[in-house]
């Protein structure tokens, strides 16, 4: 091992641990505290999203520097203004019986590809910071520049609002051995892995939680009832954005047969360019490796580049290059995701079959990541998405912009998960979300030891006599009894001053006042309800099994189980 790698691992190394002592602090910060924080540190890569997209292009000579500076943009805006009011800190959900608590998860390890480096490393920041996490970013050694400066414009907005300037820091000594020194480090907490297929299975063979990546490959069907003029244009908008660097830049197009002479005119209206066959093989000469993969060396090519590299003319307006093609699969090398403006072409008859080309695609070389169709039919495209094995189905808009949430309601995000099927332990679109733990506090609602704690109380009164309550009626009768007693021994004076003793018979005051406070019955519809002195939680459910009241008094007994079930489902009545 040189020196190169061993310096890197020792950096991965350090810098896991200074962004885990920033992380102690940074995870005490209050809501305010966070979102100010962000705030401005979107707002700083906002205002440098053209000058970093430049450096962007020139360092890495993928795309277009007009269009990295929108995805800059929208990584810096359009993330941030989705998230601001994402509650990260605290209590962030609750209900009667869950109370959900958000809690950091510590130093994040994120892998930047060279395709979109200054767009993932502001989405990626943004992100971990905005769920009180540490980042440390290992950047394509081919963009290393353009990521650091980057995540130094970020820091430095966000040391002015309190962020320790560990909180973000970016591997100066970018190499294989560093970037595993990172993912395996004891205080990485979790991986945001975007890059090759090698890279994401290094992340998840790690040991950490990790967040990884497929590979795109994206196919699209334009189906007889599409708008087959905006269907076009929304197709060469995705894949010549950026030259096609987005993993979810349409790749294949697959036109169902009766609307294939129109597709063809408006893709060479639009500026799409048809490729005979010699001219189709001149290209995938050039799109593959001896090795059948993907020649890195047109990655974000324009069409321009690719026709010459191959040694064929096109007209000077031409945005992008299709081709004909007769199948999917290692025979077939423009089936492959190319991360260009170069398009495969199919014709097929019908709705089922455009989606078994669109499936045979995608199982290719793009597993779970995304698909895309163009109808005026919402039962079409909800029956094309049930067959897909993709995490997002994008109808009528550019796969490109749809995925990632500019042109759709998803969740904007550069870093989309494509599920099981492509091997990801999620087929989100990544967010803060994704980067917290939630702790549940649950409160019982379905008692397990009800009847027990019933049968205690009544246990308990049937124990202990002396101390049980006399029923009202025996309370009269004793004071009754006394008071007749001593009223029989009060003369009583007649109107003519003669006394005459009390009938011992006669009606107690008292016994009156007493009978008036005895709970009285109730009538409902001709039905007699008598009042009950005690209740139980299995009182409560036998009543609701029955679908009847309990008729209760202030004076009735309640258990706490009776009272808290009772009155949520009304079963009580007072008399």
């Given amino acids: 091992m040189g020196d190169t790698d061993l310096i890197s691992q020792q950096e991965a190394r350090d810098a896991v641990e200074s962004a885990y002592r920033a992380s102690l602090s940074v995870a005490k910060f209050d809501q305010s505290q966070i979102d100010q924080i962000c705030e401005a540190m979107a707002a700083a890569a906002l205002a440098e999203s053209a000058r970093l997209g430049k450096l962007a292009h020139e360092e890495t000579g993928f795309g277009k520097a007009e ?19 994402l509650k990260t800190v605290g209590v962030v ?6 109370v959900e608590i958000a809690s950091p998860r510590g130093v994040v390890a994120a892998i930047i590809p060279s395709t979109n480096p200054t767009s993932t490393a502001i989405f990626k920041i943004i992100i971990a910071i905005k769920s009180r996490n540490t ?12 990521i650091a400066e980057t995540a130094r414009v970020m820091r430095d907005a966000g040391i002015k609002h309190g962020l320790p300037a560990e909180a973000v820091i970016c591997l100066a000594n970018s190499t294989i051995e560093g970037t595993e020194a990172l993912m395996q480090h004891k205080r990485t907490a979790v991986i945001l892995a975007t890059g090759g297929i090698g890279l994401v299975r290094a992340a998840y063979s790690s040991g950490k939680p990790a967040f990884g990546v497929g590979p795109g490959n994206v196919p699209v069907f334009i189906e007889r009832t ?44 639009q500026g799409g360019h048809f490729l005979s066959s010699v001219e189709a093989d001149a290209v995938a000469n050039v ?37 004909d093609c007769g199948g999917v699969g290692r025979d077939f090398p423009w089936s492959i995701e190319k991360l260009s403006p170069t398009l495969a072409y199919f014709v097929v008859d019908g709705v089922e079959n455009g989606a078994n080309r669109c499936e045979e695609i995608l199982k290719f070389g793009g597993m779970g990541h995304t698909a895309g169709m163009h109808t005026q039919s919402r039962e ?13 189905v994008i109808i009528n808009s550019p796969t490109t912009h749809g995925a990632i949430g500019l042109s759709t309601d ?25 980067l917290m733990d939630i702790k549940r506090v649950a409160f019982e609602s379905k ?129």
């Fill in 67 to 85: 269009d990295k500076r929108e995805k800059n943009r929208f990584a810096a805006e359009d993330v941030w203004k989705h998230f601001r009011s």
């Fill in 135 to 146: 980042i440390v970013l290992s950047p394509h050694p081919s963009a290393a520049r353009c």
């Fill in 380 to 392: 079409a495209a909800v029956r094309y998405g049930q067959q897909m094995p993709a995490s997002r």
């Fill in 226 to 269: 599409a708008n087959i003029e905006k269907a076009v244009a929304d197709i060469l908008t995705g894949t010549c954005f950026d030259n096609g660097t987005i993993c979810a830049s349409e790749q294949s197009v697959v036109v169902d047969a009766p609307v294939n002479d129109q597709v063809r005119e408006q893709f060479k209206l």
């Fill in 410 to 434: 998803l969740a904007p995000s550069m870093t989309l998960g494509c599920g099981s099927w492509g091997g990801n332990v999620t087929s989100d679109n990544v967010s803060p979300i994704h």
């Fill in 287 to 323: 799109l593959l490796t001896p090795q059948r993969t993907l020649n890195a060396g047109i990655v974000g090519k324009s069409a321009d580049y690719i026709a010459n590299l191959a040694g064929i003319s096109i007209p000077s307006e031409t945005r992008c290059l299709l081709a």
């Fill in 93 to 98: 959900a609750e209900t009667k019986n869950i």
């Fill in 447 to 575: 008692p397990i030891n009800a009847g027990r704690a019933s049968h205690s109380v009544a246990t308990a009164a049937v124990a202990s006599p002396a101390r049980s309550m006399p029923k009202r009626e025996q309370i009269a009768a004793i004071v009754d009894g006394f008071l007749s007693k001593k009223l029989a021994d009060i003369p009583k004076v007649d109107t003519e001053g003669a006394v005459e003793p009390i009938a011992a018979e006669q009606t107690s005051p008292v016994k009156t006042i007493i009978h008036e406070l005895k709970p009285q019955s109730l009538t409902e519809n001709g039905v007699k309800h008598e009042p009950v002195d005690f209740v139980s939680e299995t009182d409560v459910r036998t009543a609701l099994d029955k679908g009847s009241k309990i008729y209760i008094t202030s004076k009735t007994i309640l258990t706490p189980a009776a009272r808290d079930l009772g009155e949520e489902r009304e079963v009580f009545a007072k008399v």
